[in-house]
């Protein structure tokens, strides 16, 4: 239960906090993917649930979790979404409807901004809520408690990034490049690839074991279209546009470009196939469906000083402590002026190839036993 | 679960951070008291928490959930010893121990430093944490959940100040005081014990349907000896003599006398036989140990900066919300002088009287029922 994960330097939160640069203000990206998918979470709670499942039936608390949870708003609107779908379900089915009480239990690192969290809960939530501070690499609960696990838009977050990308002398050295997406070296995209299937097996062997017999794992995660190459995504033009601003302040002596070389995000963008084979690979879910999302307002309109906030409230974490705290302001405003400047690469619908992939997993139980 | 306590202004919560005036840093003398406490708790775990009780011997997750728990890291000191006196009753009872997972739950007010909470959980913690935000006296938890109720040193904070005492035109007015603690006035001290009765109530109400038949539920209530008259206390010494430092701010014109007046803390010193008496009345619990505890470092030594910051440290908030910021500097180097100056009074053994009041509590239920 010790957060081994926690103690790596690779645990940032989003921005906390409700100011400029917060997460709280600069998440309505995800807000519209969220919304996006309330029909396809809906469908699979009322589909694929079994209340007469003695772990549903027997039970007076039914218990949902949101790992990745960050600071809010939107974790509340996917938990309301899912706390409906179970109502409707438990009122459809039986004829005499008892709803069971609902315990939400919202997670996310121990250095996310819980307090921020707390405070905006919306004040006629009609379940009982708690926070839980961790890595959801570990293991976060007891055996067999959680009857509707969630998580989106945080899978895509590595717990470190692949060691082999701060030895200089592999061939995995990202050299002038902040990311993995979108490597031209196989080695990069072979290292990033191995750590998001590290990292997917321990958070699915975690979330075996507290998952009920018969639960249900609703997971939306940043990903790719098969055979796509991610260089041509907007994600990684954008990275790269970031990375060429941390190029110009080395090169004018504000930052070294040594510091540059060995930064790196620990995010990866995984494909529907790849994503399938690993859960597979892991054995304890079946996928129940598996399908790819359009966010309708993803890139749209291109507003440059909303994308630069947003990527702001996510990456600033991880740059700060790279880089200290006082080149941030100056990052950011050369940043946002070349997302200005190439606009038309970046909103060029060619490049808009990224997708949310939704994925419904049931337990893979030989029995019900309670 | 909308907490409608939670928004009166009276859920101050202390001070976050771990800076020089957090709770962390001074609530050394409420964590003298705890380790006192804990072989009370130890036995009233081993003696009367029955594990053949069905909630018990069938759940392979127990839950323990600190009310109050503050900042820490008094919580984590208590939540230890609870857990380790059930493993030794599981290991005691059973020839082929299968201990239980445990899961434990810290509550205060939303308002509560959570991330200061989340980020000094200890790092070999064997029991699976979470944060539960909101008023005790409202409930927090779904039906029949909690194994282990505690709370500690705040059941003694109401939720409101009496209204009564906010009147000009009340006999109840507090003209001059800041505290009810050994109030002259007799309205004054009726107000306030019929404000605990209803906070009690309301806590003893949410708490008997959260926790499960046959659970166990462990108070320490901050009080005083029957027949004691709480003026001859040291608490009410000294917050007549914080009092008298806002008096004389007042006299110089640094504050309104009115805005002296009108403010009252929120707390309460009960006594034995009226607690007894109260929980008589609310009929849930049956009374397994009432017993007054000892503190052997309460008062000793007198150090004058460390009352001075263990008091700002509990009382700044709620000083803070109505006589504004700016004045708490030179309110606090006032009162540390004075408690200076008035030390032969403050540790004149003869004042030394409170007590602090251990009650263990079983939950009166006819059946087990699962």
Redesign the interface.
């Known amino acids: 239960?010790?957060n081994e994960v926690e103690s790596t330097p690779n645990s940032y939160p989003m921005n906390g906090g409700i100011g400029c640069h917060s997460y709280v203000k600069n998440s309505h990206i995800q807000r519209a993917l969220l919304h996006a998918a309330k029909d396809v979470i809906t469908e699979a709670i009322v589909e694929k649930v079994d209340i007469t499942n003695p772990w549903f039936n027997s039970s007076?608390?039914l218990r949902v979790a949101d790992f990745g949870c960050s600071v809010g708003p939107n974790t509340f609107v996917v938990v309301q979404n899912i706390i409906e779908a179970l109502e409707l379900l438990y009122r459809s089915k039986r004829h005499n409807p008892e709803i069971?009480?609902?315990?939400v239990?919202f997670n996310d690192h121990?250095?996310n901004?819980?307090?921020t969290l707390?405070?905006s809960?919306p004040?006629?939530?009609?379940?009982?809520?708690?926070?839980?501070?961790?890595s959801f690499h570990d293991?976060?609960?007891?055996?067999?408690?959680l009857h509707i696990i969630h998580s989106s838009y945080a899978l895509h977050w590595l717990s470190q990034v692949p060691t082999q990308l701060a030895d200089r002398n592999s061939p995995a050295w990202n050299k002038g490049r902040i990311h993995g997406l979108g490597a031209s070296s196989k080695e990069v995209r072979e290292a990033f690839s191995a750590q998001f299937s590290k990292d997917l097996q321990a958070f699915l062997n975690a979330r075996a074991l507290e998952l009920v017999g018969g639960g249900l794992m609703l997971l939306l995660v940043s990903g790719l279209p098969n055979e796509f190459h991610s260089s041509q995504t907007n994600s990684a033009i954008v990275l790269d546009l970031l990375g060429s601003c941390l190029i110009d302040m080395a090169k004018m002596g504000i930052i070294s470009e040594d510091n540059v070389d060995s930064f790196n995000l620990s995010i990866y963008r995984t494909c529907p196939g790849e994503l399938e084979a690993f859960i597979e690979k892991n054995g304890h879910f079946k996928i129940e469906k598996m399908e790819e999302l359009i966010n309708p307002v993803r890139w749209d309109p291109p507003d440059f000083q909303m994308l630069a906030s947003h990527l702001r409230a996510t990456f600033e974490g991880a740059l700060e402590e790279h880089f200290g705290n006082e080149i941030m302001d100056e990052l950011f405003e050369r940043f946002t002026n070349k997302i200005g400047e190439n606009s038309h690469i970046i909103y060029d619908q060619q490049y808009i190839k990224e997708t949310e992939i939704f994925v419904s997993l049931k337990h893979r139980v030989t029995d019900y036993e309670v």
Chains 1, 2 share one sequence.
């Open positions: 239960m010790a007076r608390t069971p009480e609902f315990h239990f121990v250095h901004d819980f307090n707390f405070r809960l004040f006629s939530h009609r379940y009982f809520a708690a926070g839980v501070p961790g293991r976060l609960f007891p055996k067999s408690t």
